[in-house]
């Protein structure tokens, strides 16, 4: 875990995986902590850079100073984070009031996503009235002695028959949690809502895919609450698990990391007979080789070679390399391989590609004898002879 000075407030997070796969940011529900992604990252990292981190006063985050919470307030620090970790546009994944930013993010920042999914959440959740009736007891009694009477509302009663310890477990976490932190965020669901809100910048930004997924055992925001969520999104497409609760990311951790999963895959369409849009390639050679050498790729680009760069982007960049068949990882090895098996140029930029990747030494030395076994001797040599002109083997790999 990792903290980030943001508004002069410290904030918890973890930022995993390697930096040349696309981000994919997580935000956990109200009284819980970005432990509830624990048995999700897993099954994203081969393929994703994951950012979690703890809203105020939850979790290992400072607790929040004496003004209101806004969605507002929680989006900018997730912007703030985002571009902490390098990434221009993300994916973003919320439950509940992690939901709730993932709306302000759609609603403001549209710009931003690369896709949102929105998990057990609406753009009203509940009422004023019960939030402030929840955020005054708060203040009066703890959220430790309310933990026992909200905590069975997060989790379909399955779930608590087949894992007893579950409720103990999130009672002690909900303790621990900041009391008027949680009492301001009760009262910003009670104040601030979306309806309205999201039509119209989804207009503007066609190329965000959103998804909505609820719970039928859901008591906190029942499958009608998503519904009513799916129709200010312009009718999202919305899916809701059969005996699941208010936390999926919990409750069934490997099928909603399936079906997030989809959701972050870049839709290749009928490769066959359209191709890959320019700007699906453009993302993806961004993330893998870094945005300045992209840039300086297209600022040296004349009338003559400007059409091949542009077909590169589309072809290597966009049906290569975006699709999930492979890893980023394993395209790197193959890349790296066949480059120094022939002896060309880009070898040097595939090198450090492999850095960004994550390729460890031992790994890339693999590639390498593999190279001159297959491929001959002098090219591994001179393929291994550059690596450690790039500082592989001193360390930093």
Known sequence: ???????????????????????????????????????????????????????????????????????????????????????????????????????????????????????????????????????????????????????????????????????????????????????????????????????????????????????????????????????????APLEILEGVGHVPSVEVPGLFAEKLLAVLAVNLGDVGANGVDYATGLETRKQVLGEEHVARSTENATSLDAPFQQMITRLAWGELWSNDDLTRRERSMITTGILAALGREELTLHLKTAKRIGLTEAELRQVLMHVAIYGGVPAANHAFSLAKELGWGSGEA
């Open 1 to 235: 875990m990792a903290f980030l000075n943001i508004n002069g407030r410290s904030v918890a997070y973890r930022l995993l995986g390697a930096e040349a796969n696309p981000l994919v940011m997580l935000a956990h529900p109200l009284g819980m902590s970005q432990a509830v992604w624990d048995d999700v990252l897993p099954l994203l990292l081969p393929r994703y850079r994951v950012l979690t981190w703890d809203l105020p006063g939850h979790g290992a985050s400072q607790a929040w100073g004496n003004d209101p919470i806004t969605p507002a307030d929680l989006a900018t620090e997730a912007l703030a984070l985002a571009d902490h970790a390098g990434a221009g546009r993300f994916h973003f994944a919320g439950t509940s009031i992690g939901g709730v930013v993932g709306q302000q993010l759609v609603s403001q920042h549209g710009e931003r996503l690369l896709s949102a999914t929105l998990t057990n959440t609406g753009a009203v959740i509940g009422n004023a009235e019960l939030w402030n009736t929840r955020a005054g007891r708060v203040r009066q009694e703890g959220l430790a002695a309310m933990s026992e009477e909200i905590v069975p509302r997060w989790f379909a009663p399955a779930c608590f028959e087949a894992e007893p310890a579950l409720k103990a477990g999130w009672c002690t976490q909900m303790g621990r949690g900041d009391d008027e932190s949680y009492a301001r965020l009760c009262e910003m669901l009670g104040r601030d809502v979306f309806t309205g809100k999201l039509s119209g910048p989804l207009s503007q930004h066609p190329g965000v895919k959103v998804q909505l997924f609820g719970g039928s055992e859901d008591m906190a925001t029942p499958p009608a609450t998503l519904e009513a969520l799916a129709a200010e999104c312009d009718g």
